[in-house]
């Protein structure tokens, strides 16, 4: 939009608010110890990075906002699209990293996918999802291609569903 000036109106930062961050940083743990135990990965192979991790989430409001910049402001952002485009900036970072000893585990390559998916179902879908279904976009995150939007329609679907 421009303004009366000639310039462009500046999009507003609206879309991850000082509340999800701070959620975020307070439960990413917390999964990323769940996603260690579903494939049966001992704690002691991994480490994580806060500073990744504070990347991913100012890298996931940019890409918000360039996808509100796109759409109609006045029908937003579905929090769907929001949990697409935090689970897969938390999937892409170097968020987790696997000491030698985790390499002998078949699956340690979708344990910070898997984290990343709990935790955003957890802050932005309230309807149950089918584990097979939450496991299935956790290897579409690291090993297919999926990007910010369609893993936002992954969660729309179960948002939908709930509503």
Not at 117 to 132: G, I, Q
Request: aromatic residues 10%.
């Amino acid at each position: 939009m421009i303004g009366g000036t000639g310039s462009v109106d500046p999009i507003p930062a609206i879309a991850i608010s000082d509340d999800i961050r701070e959620q975020i940083y307070a439960e990413y743990v917390g999964f990323l110890i769940k996603a260690c135990k579903v494939f049966g990965l001992p704690l002691s192979c991994v480490e994580y990075s806060n500073r990744e991790l504070a990347l991913a989430i100012d890298e996931a409001e940019i890409d918000l906002q360039a996808m509100l910049a796109r759409r109609s402001r006045t029908r937003g952002i579905t929090a769907g699209k929001i949990a697409g485009v935090l689970a897969f900036r938390l999937s892409r970072f170097k968020i987790v990293h696997f000491k030698e000893e985790a390499w002998a585990n078949s699956h340690f390559h979708l344990v910070q996918e898997l984290a990343a998916t709990l935790l955003v179902r957890k802050l932005f879908v309230p309807s149950k999802m089918p584990v097979v279904n939450i496991l299935e976009l956790s290897y579409q995150l690291s090993r297919r291609h999926a990007n910010q939007e369609t893993a936002g329609l992954f969660f729309d679907a179960f948002v939908a569903e709930a509503g």
